[in-house]
């Protein structure tokens, strides 16, 4: 996470260059979260540029926006953190930008994206793995936390620890988002049990990139979408496959927000519209290989998209909507994942 | 006592106290250098100590800079929003943290306390994330809250029997400077533990090397003790470190065993060096005075060996000078002893020790012995006729003849020449080693008889008298010294019974002649 602190500072320094003459508007997003042809039309479109700032943690993204001077418009902010930030003032009440009823998105994603947030695109929680290396394709929360002796050393484990705790809870059978401390326990076992054969506490995808460890993930806790960014930085294969768990899936919708310090807020809002529009929603989802929070987008899609159990969650799967953790079983889970950093780093 | 043990018995103690004081005064400098040594290692160990405490409270002065520095922690203290607090802005303060994790498994926590003492935040990098703040961390943040402490450390144990190094710091709430005195009483306080896990080690491997505590304390401490170290480990921490004595005792009585087996060793050594040297340098020469004195005392030599010019070769050239005088002495008394004085030749005490050795020689060697008995016949008329004077003279001069006899006889026969005795009055003897019918004997009784032939002539005066001989020998006659003189002296009174001048061989005497007594009772 340090590291991606440092990529944020860089980025930050990039978009305060002096070369930045035209207006433009800072996004700060997931990698590889926008598609790049509605990135283009946008800037042609508006005339502005178009800065995307990457974060890979959600935690850190919200310590960005609670920083007053991080230079900010626009964030993908999901929604299980968004009421905290809106409710606090750092961002823009969204209900004073209504959008036309044909770029609205289902109401359970609205909801759960609430007043600051307008629906961006939605994932689940899930495992994936590479096809060449992994020969039985993971099924359940087991087969990644209680993973194949095969697979020791060769696990890549986010750095969310709320995703984490999630999977190994849904793997106990517990709440995902319980607050309960004997159920955290139970869970710090599971996933101290696990840590001998973890390579790493961080996103695949960021993982996937460091020489370090390139070629060397196999299978990981990750999220619908992250197989295709892994896919285009696998050298040309495209061996990752992503599965939902059949005990229990995580669904979450990732929403955009304008911040109340940006200094164009009515430029962001018509950033916002634009991306909302059923044809860019779809073409941008294409993209992203995840499901859109439209409907109207959703009838654009290909059919093959729409049948895809990668994309789609298969239906029976009991299903969580991901929602923000009890704030006193926070600093636990933070702590859970820092001592499985610590214990694995003491290998 | 001989003169060894004398030397012995002085050189013995002096050597031995020498070395003992040598061995003692070893002892004490050996001790005193090691005391100085162990005092060295003990600063140096002591040293190490402080060097690795320093290294933990410059690690918790970084991260009480690093974290009071962050814009995370500023966000934290400047926010009242609880949850907001939590959700949003706690994660930066971690981060803060974790920039300085030494990842060297060194634990460092870092926890914010109120100004009420309530425990806002805590996040450390263990390997358990549900422990929290210890009890005694916790009092020791109200502690010093309680006191308004700027800044505070100190070691302290938790109840779970871990180390700990806290450092603490009131921050100001709006700014996280340092506030000001009139506002610390609404000031956050910020405490790093740090588990100082090598000083703890070093610490320990002290205690255990030394089996005693390391002593600390808040206020100076003072050297307990010649072998005591102190230091401060940090401004207002002493640490004091003092071997039991019995630490240096084994050591000490390893020495003190090594030393005396030293001096003993030593004295042992030099004792024997010193007696060969005097033994052979003076005792030698003495117990060689001694031996030879002996030697001539029981008569197995002659003479004295000087040796060399010393002392001792002067006494033995003295004993020497002394014994010859004594010998000369002795010989002449001897001589005195065993001579007739009338004729200068042998008396019966001469003859009867010769008899004696011949005998002697007899018994191992089997040379007969023979004894010529001699009377002179009228030799009492010459002394009432011509005087005693004339008589003396004759005696002179029969011994002389005799003699003379004995040993032309020997001669011509290439014979020992044997003895000739006066035994007394007008009585001689003759002893050979040789058997009576040997023709020395036969031509010894012949010259004998020449010589009276016809009486005897003594200075131009012719005398009356002639000799009778009597001839026996041993072991063909008798076995005894004193059976060969009553044969020689029977068989001779047999000879002047026959007509005097002539000779008797006891073998010759017809067996009821013998009686086995002398005639006389000599």
Known sequence: ?347 | MTLNKRAFSLIFPIVLLGYVLAGGLAYYGYRAAVIGLQKARLDQEVFQLKSSYADYLSLGSRLLYVVRNSNAFLLFLNETDETYRTRALAVGIQDSLQSLDPRDDTFVSCSIFQPDGRLVFHSDNGQDPFSTAGERQRAFARAVIADEAPTRSALIVENDGLSYLLMSSLVQARTARQPVLSQREQAVLLQIAIRPVHFQALRTGLEAEYRTRIETSATPLAPNGELSAVVRLAPDLYARLTPPGSYLNGRFRKIAIISAAMSLSLSVASIGVLMVLVRRFVTGPVEELDRQVSGIMTQQRETIDVPGTGEVGRLAANVRRLHWELDQALKRTQRLYETDPVTGIGNRIYFNEMMERFFHEEKTTGQPVTMLFIDLDNFKMVNDEYGHRAGDALLEAVAHALVLALNETARACDAAPGIAARFAGDEFAVLVQAGPRTAYVQDLVRSILALFQGGFSVDGSRYPVTASIGVASAPEDATTTMLLLSCADHAMYHAKGSGRNTVAFHGDLPAFAWTGKSPRNR
């Not at chain 1, 502005?48 to 926006?65: A, H, K, S, V, Y």
């Not at chain 1, 807020?265 to 989802?285: H, I, K, S, Y």
Request: aromatic share 8%; net charge negative; with cysteine.
């Open chain 1, 1 to 347: 996470m340090w590291r991606s602190i440092c990529l944020l500072v860089g980025l930050l320094a990039f978009s305060y260059a002096p070369g930045a003459r035209a207006v433009s508007l800072n996004l700060l997003i997931w990698e590889w979260d926008l598609d790049p042809g509605v990135a283009k039309a946008w800037a042609d479109t508006s005339g502005t540029e178009l800065n995307q700032i990457i974060f890979d943690n959600g935690e850190r993204r919200d310590l960005l926006i609670a920083t007053a001077d991080a230079p900010i418009d626009m964030a993908v902010i999901d929604s299980g953190h968004i009421d905290a930030l809106g409710q606090r003032g750092l961002l823009v009440d969204q209900g004073n930008y209504p959008l036309p009823p044909e770029a609205q998105s289902e109401a359970r994603w609205r909801s759960m994206c609430g007043r600051y947030g307008v629906p961006y695109i939605w994932g689940g929680t899930g495992i994936v793995y590479r096809t060449d290396r992994v020969t039985t394709p993971p099924a359940s929360w087991a087969d990644l936390l209680r993973p194949a002796p095969a697979l020791a050393g060769h696990i890549a484990m986010t750095d969310d620890e709320e995703e984490i705790l999630a999977a190994a809870l849904g793997f106990l059978g517990r709440p995902m988002y319980t607050g309960d401390t004997e159920d955290l326990k139970q869970a710090f076992a599971v996933l101290k049990a696990q840590v001998p054969a973890v390579l790493t506490y961080s996103l695949s995808v960021t993982a996937q990139q460091e020489k370090s460890f390139h070629d060397r993930i196999f299978m990981g806790l990750a999220n619908s979408g992250d197989q295709r960014t892994l896919n285009m930085t696998s050298d040309g294969a495209r061996p990752w496959r992503f599965v939902t768990p059949r005990d229990g899936a995580m669904l979450w919708v990732d929403c955009l927000a304008v911040l109340s310090r940006s200094r164009q807020p009515e430029l962001a809002e018509r950033f916002v519209a634009f991306l909302a529009r059923p044809d860019n929603a779809a073409r941008n989802a294409i993209f992203l290989q995840q499901p859109t929070t439209n409907l109207h987008a959703a009838a654009l899609l290909p059919q093959a998209m729409r049948d895809d159990p990668q994309i789609y969650p298969p239906a029976g799967i009991p299903v969580t909507y991901r929602k923000p953790v009890p704030t006193d079983s926070l600093p636990l889970r933070r702590r859970i994942l820092s001592a499985l950093a610590v214990i694995h780093d003491a290998q």
